[in-house]
């Protein structure tokens, strides 16, 4: 008898990647269950958002029936797997849930975002008809230091070395437990490859923010640094079509344009789209790191997310040419996502969806 299961399951699924995943998969034709934080307050402002990204790329009118949203957190992780027969309908999970910002406490961050997750996973084992777990990285994982977990948080900030852990647990528990897994590692996410639109106001918001407003008097780093982008449909649509494509059983995907400009050619690009100039000036990685944080435009640990390092996303071009989504790989409206920034005046607009 055929398994009539045919849901996925997406935590943290009110945030940036989130948003876009949801209605990604609903137009794939799964049914979701979106879990996130405080959700009887975000329920019907998501259930809003979801039905108009689903529409804006199928026919289809309502995608409702097929959402299911549920309050869910890091800190009680088992709380979300009470329901029998929801358990029994999942066939994979996507696992974006984490706590995400700078200068975070470290005890906490590692409990949320490594210990919950390992949790998580060993959850996931146990439903009956599970045929992939699937989780966001992030593509710093390429490098991550050799060096004990404490000097990670010490060196990179409890979020970024809080993600590199927890990559590096899911992948040797996951191989334990013969769960079939994807690991996702997109780099710095900006707004859809179309509209612009995002919904994620830190990161490299804020560098488009201090530069819009001539409060960034140097370039960290040299002419080869390098801070690469990916639109977050791209991301999503990837992630949303992964079940379909069994090579990708076991394996991590780099999302990113390696095409991006150099750090600095990106940073002009974008003065001259806004009308502002852009700076002129280099400031070693080094010196800004030993610099007082009093004295930086940013969080010290943005610094972490800037380097000459380049990244290989051959499989990563091939699976999205199979997908067909290969178009929206490339920076195609970095000016839009730009734009959207401003007009929502970077987060402050009471308008933002």
Not at 20 to 41: C, D, F, H, S, T
Not at 60 to 69: A, I, K, N, S, Y
Request: charged fraction near 20%.
């Amino acid at each position: 008898m055929t398994n009539p299961a045919n849901t996925i399951l997406v935590t943290g699924a009110n945030g940036l990647i989130g948003r876009w995943l949801v209605p990604a998969l609903l137009n794939q034709g799964y049914e979701v269950i979106a879990a996130m934080r405080k959700a009887n307050q975000r329920e019907r402002a998501f259930r809003h958002f979801v039905q108009r990204q689903a529409t804006r790329q199928h026919e289809e009118t309502d995608v409702q029936t097929r959402l299911q949203v549920v309050n869910f957190s890091l800190e009680q992780v088992a709380d979300l797997f009470q329901d029998r027969t929801r358990n029994d309908s999942i066939i994979a999970i996507h696992h974006l849930a984490a706590a995400f910002d700078w200068g975070l406490e470290r005890n906490n961050t590692h409990r949320v975002n490594v210990d919950a997750s390992e949790t998580l996973l060993q959850c996931a084992a146990a439903l009956p008809h599970l045929q992939r777990f699937i989780w966001v990285g992030g593509y710093r994982v390429a490098n991550k230091p050799d060096v004990s977990e404490a000097r990670l948080y010490t060196t990179l900030g409890a979020y970024e070395a809080s993600k590199l852990i927890a990559h590096e647990r899911m992948k040797q528990r996951a191989t334990a437990l013969n769960l079939p897994w994807t690991a996702l590692n997109p780099s710095t996410v900006i707004g859809d490859s179309r509209t612009g639109e995002t919904t994620q106001f830190i990161g490299a918001a804020e560098i488009i923010q201090q530069l819009s407003t001539g409060n960034m008097p140097a370039i960290p780093g040299n002419r080869t640094t390098f801070l690469p982008l990916v639109h977050v449909d791209f991301v999503a649509e990837f992630a949303a079509r992964l079940l379909q494509h069994d090579q990708s059983i076991n394996q991590e995907y780099w999302l990113l344009d390696e095409n991006t400009p150099n750090f600095a050619e990106l940073l002009q690009r974008l003065a001259d789209h806004m009308g502002v100039q852009a700076p002129r000036l280099f400031a070693p990685l080094w010196l800004l790191k030993r610099v007082p944080q009093c004295l930086l435009p940013s969080p010290r640990e943005t610094l972490s997310f800037l380097s000459s390092d380049r990244y290989d996303v051959t499989t990563t071009r091939q699976l999205a040419q199979e997908m067909g989504i290969a178009d929206r790989l490339p920076l195609n409206n970095v000016e839009g996502w730009v734009d959207h920034l401003i007009a929502q005046q970077f987060g402050d607009n009471p308008a933002m969806a």
